[in-house]
């Protein structure tokens, strides 16, 4: 589905991404995860095109991305941060990407699910940061695509939602779809991941399932593994 | 591309902004006339003052629009959209609007002063044809900027930098190397420090049409070739063109590297 | 001055009806068929007041000598072909007409001021509605006085200067009226030397090499609604006293050294009511002192007024000085002329109490056409903002510009 191939991206002096090589077969879900700056969200954005590597090659659907965009079609994505233009409502957001994607999307059924209906006559600027994200998460369930790209989809949540998003998550899971999660809630790596990629400095420091960092670092919850890891390197 | 141009214009119909510069020009249009009383004058002022203020204007809400649509181009960035046709299209939409708005707020209040009815259309048209021409150079010039400076405050400063030295300070220099060498020939080095400078080209434009007598009694051959044949109004023309397009084609290429 | 005119016709006229029955003046009838073949076998049968009546037909004949008082009347225009062999008519009597004849072809000399129709020192002559193309000199006035000069059409196809004669010449000739007459593409449309108190009125004089107007010499002289365009360098009044012009038009005189009008050394003039329209220099004044120019138009001109060189007591008056490029150019910092009541296109001062004069002083000279001068070139910078402010800051405090340069009563509206 996704082959990521020596991928290098530099920002001045800083090395995000040295060399990282990843492949993700179809169906599945998983947790990209990594302590802050580890280049998470510069892996996921370089997926999209948002950045452009230095070097390596990205495929989706055994497809080079470089300076293409019709791939996007198959990709869904929620971003880290629900940046919205502040002047226009949320039901003209939802035509608009609508109108853009030229695809007919669920979002009745999203806005039920998020109960979104109050809002959708208010403009972005003045919703709250959970029903922006509720938003967010529309405007990326909204279509059917075989990839879901999402960047923190639980920050600011409520519990209610929380829940929605999770069954949400599993139902597209069930459907064979393969989503690509970066989050720093452990508990919902553990509830919700297949496999789990471990970014470390700009490289893979680990692929597979969870039991597998579990047995790696000794220990037998994913907060404790990962805090291992990271103590690990430091010390190293 | 034409959604977005679409989407936009959409959102800078709405953005009062627009509706400030849209009144700032009905304003100056109705100002103008009611002190000059007179179509002509008013034209003639109102050339004068486009020259210089389009470019201001032009630049400061190229570069504001810009900054403000961060989060407008991240989110069609994730779309299956290409990125030129984003950029131009929020290009297209920022100096379409801002075009519309020095026509319609010029236009309104001249035509009810009777333009069409007076000997000034030409004037006029010249007038909203050089107005738009600089629109278009600044805005992409101020994207050129807005898209190489993340720095918001960075990206301002050198914006009105660029106003004032386009407007300002490229004709002191002008002025001075023409003095300062005034011995030798000048008429090629004059029409080619013209060309290089988007404001002067337009304002030549303006002196062809009003300044013509005077322009006549110049001595070059160049000059007389320039302004004495359709040669000058061509050339102008052809090279605004250039100066809209090489600022759109450098600010496509940069926003095509980008990292968002 | 229009009365005179009509004036000294009248008097002609009566002198014509008092003489005729006692002389029983004769026509003479010539034309191809007549007894009478040509024009100078006619001259030579007719006496005194006769009239050759010159049918319809083409006429090659050169070299004519008018010698007796005598009208030579075209019927129909009869062409006279000089076959470019030299000059046509020479008139050295008093009292003779030419009139209606279409006179072609005189040769050009280098040598020789060959022209259509030569006066010599003679009076009362009268030249009316002849046409004359390919021509060297159009009507050479020499030493000669009290004559009309009038509807005639004058159309040279001159290119170059050394080989191409005026249309109106007048030397050493005075009380001479010259009204009416269309000159087109000669050198001088109309020249005076040495000629006083001559009166130019209603003529249209466009297109010529040179000057539509040029004189030198020539003093008490009266210009009067006539129209110069498009010529090569304008109109040229120079080192003449007591000049009056008035309601011409001077339009299109484009170029380097070309101006709508150009004054040098004329002193106690009167310019009133004149339009200067889309010249190059409107006026351009040289050592010219004591000039009332009032109620004049300057419209679209590069300059309106160009001084240069010393020039004393003028006094601008009530003119309309519209959308022109630069309003006035000194080239030095010292004035002694007077602008006053005058309507400038580009005051921006106010009119508080309503009186229709501004309230603040009018400073025409900008410091740019004072760097203009200097170094011609700047003028591209004309309208940059860079030059507006230094105008600004100069109209603040003159530096460069005469400081008592102003007009204290700028008016508010146009005046004409």
Not at chain 1, 192 to 208: C, H, K, P, R, W
Not at chain 3, 149 to 169: L, P
Request: hydrophobic fraction near 45%.
């Amino acid at each position: 589905m996704i082959q990521i191939e020596k991928i290098y991206k530099r920002f001045g002096k800083n090395e995000v991404l040295k060399g990282v090589d990843l492949s993700i077969p179809q169906g599945g879900i998983y947790a990209v995860l990594g302590p802050n700056g580890s280049g998470k969200t510069t892996l996921i954005k370089c997926l999209l095109g948002l950045m452009i590597p230095d070097e390596g090659t990205i495929k989706v659907l055994d497809k080079p991305i470089k300076e293409q965009w019709k791939y996007r079609e198959e990709i869904n994505y929620l971003p880290q941060i629900a940046n919205f233009p502040g002047n226009i409502r949320v039901c003209e957001l939802i035509r608009m990407i609508n109108d853009l994607r030229k695809k007919e999307g669920n979002e009745d059924f999203l806005v039920k699910l998020f109960g979104l209906e109050p809002f959708l006559d208010k403009k972005l600027a003045n919703l709250s940061g959970g029903t922006k994200q509720k938003v967010n998460l529309t405007l990326a369930f909204m279509f059917d695509s075989p990839v879901m790209v999402l960047d923190e989809p639980t920050s600011g949540l409520d519990p209610a939602s929380l829940i929605a998003l999770k069954k949400l998550i599993r139902d597209e899971k069930q459907a064979g779809k393969t989503f690509l999660i970066t989050t720093h809630i452990m508990q919902f790596v553990e509830e919700i991941a297949d496999q789990v990629i471990y970014l470390l400095e700009g490289n893979i420091y680990y692929t597979g399932p969870l039991s597998g960092l579990y047995k790696k670092t000794g220990q037998n919850d994913l907060e404790h593994a990962i805090a291992a890891i990271t103590t690990e390197t430091r010390h190293a | 591309m034409l959604k977005i141009l679409k989407y936009s214009f959409k959102d800078l119909m709405r953005s009062r902004w627009s509706y400030v510069y849209f009144l700032f020009y009905l304003l100056l249009g109705f100002v103008l006339l009611f002190l000059n009383n007179d179509l002509s004058k008013a034209v003639i002022t109102l050339m004068n003052i486009i020259v210089v203020l389009v470019p201001l204007i032009s630049t400061i809400f190229g570069i504001m629009y810009y900054y403000n649509s961060r989060e407008f181009i991240e989110l069609l960035l994730a779309q299956p959209l290409k990125r030129t046709s984003i950029f131009l299209g929020l290009y297209l939409g920022v100096a379409g609007s801002l075009t519309l708005s020095l026509f319609l707020g010029l236009g309104l209040p001249f035509a009810l002063y009777g333009l069409f009815k007076s000997g000034d259309i030409l004037n006029f048209s010249l007038l909203i044809i050089t107005g738009s021409f600089l629109t278009f150079i600044f805005n992409g010039l101020a994207f050129n900027i807005a898209i190489s400076n993340e720095n918001r405050i960075k990206g301002f400063g050198y914006a009105v930098l660029l106003w004032l030295f386009m407007a300002v300070i490229y004709d002191g220099l002008f002025l001075l190397t023409l003095i300062v060498f005034e011995e030798y020939p000048l008429d090629t080095f004059s029409l080619v420090a013209t060309v290089l400078n988007p404001i002067d080209l337009s304002r030549i434009l303006i002196l062809l049409e009003l300044d013509i007598s005077a322009l006549l009694g110049y001595t070059g051959a160049n000059f007389k070739a320039f302004f004495g044949t359709r040669l000058g109004i061509t050339s102008a023309l052809l090279m605004l063109m250039f100066w809209l397009l090489i600022p759109l084609w450098t600010s496509i290429k940069q926003a095509k590297r980008k990292d968002f | 001055m229009i009365r005179t005119e009509k004036h000294s016709i009248y008097i002609f006229l009566v002198t014509l009806l008092l003489t005729a029955p006692q002389c029983l003046a004769q026509i003479i009838e010539v034309c191809a068929e007549c007894e009478v073949k040509n024009i100078q076998q006619g001259v030579a049968l007719a006496e005194d007041r006769d009239t050759l009546l010159i049918k319809k037909g083409e006429y090659q004949e050169f070299n004519i000598l008018v010698d007796k008082p005598i009208s030579i009347i075209g019927e129909d225009f009869p062409v006279i072909d000089g076959q470019e062999k030299g000059e046509i008519f020479r008139i050295v009597s008093d009292n003779v007409r030419i009139q209606g004849l279409i006179i072609v072809n005189v040769g050009v000399s280098y040598t020789t001021d060959h022209a259509a129709i030569r006066v010599v020192r003679s009076s009362n002559f009268n030249i009316e509605n002849n046409r004359f193309e390919n021509l060297f000199f159009g009507i050479f006035l020499e030493r000669s006085s009290k004559g009309v000069i009038k509807g005639n059409r004058i159309m040279g196809i001159a290119r170059d200067e050394y080989n191409s004669g005026n249309g109106v010449h007048l030397w050493y000739s005075n009380n001479i009226s010259v009204s009416d007459n269309r000159i087109e593409g000669v050198r001088d449309g109309i020249y005076l030397e040495f000629s006083d108190t001559i009166r130019i009125h209603g003529n249209e004089s466009r297109r010529n090499l040179r000057y539509g107007l040029h004189f030198m010499f020539s003093n008490d002289n009266q210009y009067t609604n006539n129209l110069f365009e498009n010529n090569g360098a304008g109109v040229a009044v120079m080192f003449s006293k007591r000049i009056r012009m008035t309601g011409n038009r001077f339009r299109k005189n484009w170029g380097p050294a070309s101006y709508g009008m150009l004054l040098k050394e004329i002193n106690d003039a009167e310019i009133n009511d004149n339009l200067f329209e889309e010249n190059t220099v409107g006026i351009n004044i040289e050592g010219s002192n004591r000039i009332i120019y009032k109620g004049n138009q300057f419209v679209r001109n590069g300059w309106a007024v160009k001084v240069l060189g010393a020039c004393y007591t003028n006094r601008f008056m009530a003119n309309d000085f519209l959308y022109n490029s630069f309003d006035l150019s000194y080239n030095s910092n010292i004035n002694d002329n007077i602008f006053e009541g005058n309507y400038w296109s580009n005051y921006s001062g106010y009119d508080l109490d309503k009186d229709g004069i501004g309230d603040v002083p009018h400073r025409p000279v900008k410091l740019f056409s004072y760097i203009v001068n200097r170094t011609p070139e700047t003028l591209i910078l004309l309208r940059s903002l860079f030059m507006d402010l230094i105008d600004f800051s100069e109209r603040v405090s003159p530096v460069f510009t005469p400081d008592n340069l102003v007009d204290a009563k700028p008016k508010m509206r146009v005046v004409q």
